[in-house]
């Protein structure tokens, strides 16, 4: 789903806006969120947006959600397919809703020091080329998960977002948290639809 304008987010009391999401992305495309629960009026979204920085909180977590009124939804369309990441195995897998795989592929993941987030869902969020970090034939998946052990384990200042991003060499513990996808692997991720979920398991 996207959201039909600015949109403000809630907490649980549904009274005190705490954050606002935008109505475009940064690459200027609409921006996408995923209801996972509804109340009334009101339906529980993941967001791409950090509650806390890994330098605040020892627990700050990898994916956040707020309330919105479900009347600023547009709904996209379905979404058949799933990505699971074992991190033990160093695959990607990607399944339909019912759990069967589809296809599988390794993937490069965080390093010991930067892992990447683990028994977590997220989804993906956006898709953009990016010269400044050699992307420039396979777009970066963008997911809404963040890093946990650093506000910033690479640089920037995008809230340590996780990546799913082309490497020719996509094994082993290879980044500071993102995943590393290979030529077909990456290309069979984008031809996802936005929102499609992403679990991360150990």
């Known amino acids: 789903m996207t959201v039909r304008v600015d949109t403000a987010v809630y907490g649980a009391d549904f009274t005190v ?7 475009t992305n940064f690459p200027g495309e609409p921006t996408v969120v ?7 009026d009101w339906s529980l979204v993941l967001t791409a947006s950090r509650q806390q920085l890994p330098s605040q909180a020892a627990d700050a977590p990898a994916q956040t959600a707020a309330w919105v009124p479900t009347t600023d939804l547009v709904q996209l369309g379905e979404l058949p397919d799933r990505i699971v990441i ?27 020091q930067a892992p990447t987030p683990s ?7 956006a898709r953009y080329l990016d010269p400044a970090q ?3 034939v396979h777009r970066i998946q963008l997911t809404s998960l963040h890093a946990t052990a650093a506000d910033e384990p690479y640089g920037g200042s995008d809230g340590g977002l996780i ?13 500071h948290g993102c995943l590393r996808l290979a030529s077909d692997a990456i290309e069979a991720v984008d031809r996802l639809a936005l929102g499609t979920p992403i679990q991360v398991v150990e």
């Open 163 to 175: 990546g799913v991003h082309h490497q020719s060499d996509a094994t082993g513990r290879v980044s």
């Open 134 to 136: 050699d992307q420039l």
């Open 119 to 125: 028994g977590v869902t997220g989804y993906l969020q």
């Open 34 to 40: 995923v209801p996972v629960a509804t109340q009334g």
């Open 86 to 112: 074992s991190l033990a195995a160093q695959t990607l897998t990607i399944t339909d809703t019912e759990g069967t795989a589809r296809s599988s592929f390794p993937v490069g993941i965080g390093t010991a």
């Open 17 to 23: 806006p705490v954050a606002r999401i935008p109505a």
